[in-house]
């Protein structure tokens, strides 16, 4: 075993005292795996804050959470003016058919006292509707509201699809999805009712021309 001097700068070589050699620290390997495991932390940390910074900040997740829900809502709407739409059209066929049924069961008379008696029958059904319509409104919530069309809520959605789309999850997808959803049965199904309504149309029109 070699002997070195008090301030360890000479070592005895048997003969005399030579420098002694520089001292090597020996690499320990539990330093060296704490070295790499911080080096990996740092990096995932690093990972995890860049992603952090890619996704939108929270007033955007909040201004989605608003959008989607006051869309939410004019769908609700939406759905409470169509019943309504439906009383109008079947009210509207009642009125109609009463008023028609009156002038075949009154063909007998003379045209003064049809025009009279259709007046009055007229009258009588179109305040009727007009009592059970502004009950119906009010049963649905809909006295004072605003009117909600198809292509409103479309347009809602094309602003909030890019909006939504920047977020990996958010709580309102779900929902969103769903409105969605409802929108576009109820723009498919108006395209529907619309066409068929112009083909009755037209084909009423064309009718009429040909007795002509």
């Given at each position: 075993?070699?002997?070195y001097s008090?301030?360890g ?10 420098p002694?050699?520089p ?16 080096g ?14 890619n996704q ?11 959008l ?8 609700d709407?939406?759905k409470?003016?169509r ?6 059209v ?9 008023n028609?049924?009156?002038?075949l069961n ?5 045209g003064d ?23 119906r ?24 699809d890019p ?23 109820n ?6 009712l ?11 029109i064309?009718?009429?021309?040909k007795?002509?």
């Amino acid at each position: 075993m070699a002997t070195y001097s008090e301030d360890g700068k000479w070592m005895w070589d048997g003969t005399d005292w030579i420098p002694a050699p520089p001292k090597q620290n020996p690499e320990v390997p539990g330093n060296t795996i704490s070295q790499k495991m911080g080096g990996l932390a740092s990096k995932v940390t690093e990972k995890v804050t860049q992603l952090s910074q890619n996704q939108p900040s929270e007033p955007a997740r909040l201004q989605v959470i608003e959008l989607v829900t006051n869309l939410s809502e004019k769908v609700d709407l939406y759905k409470r003016r169509r019943k309504l739409f439906i009383f109008d059209v079947i009210s509207i066929i009642l009125i109609y058919a009463i008023n028609g049924i009156f002038v075949l069961n009154t063909s007998t008379y003379d045209g003064d006292s049809i025009r009279i008696y259709y007046v009055i029958v007229l009258v009588i059904t179109l305040s009727l509707y007009i009592t059970l319509r502004y009950k119906r409104k009010r049963k649905l919530d809909l006295v004072g509201k605003e009117r909600v069309r198809i292509w409103e809520l479309t347009s809602a959605v094309k602003s909030i699809d890019p909006l939504i789309g920047k977020f990996d999850t958010h709580q309102s997808l779900a929902e969103y999805v769903e409105l969605k959803s409802k929108i576009n049965s109820n723009l498919i199904g108006g395209m529907i009712l619309g066409s068929a309504a112009a083909v009755i149309g037209t084909a009423v029109i064309y009718s009429q021309m040909k007795k002509k």
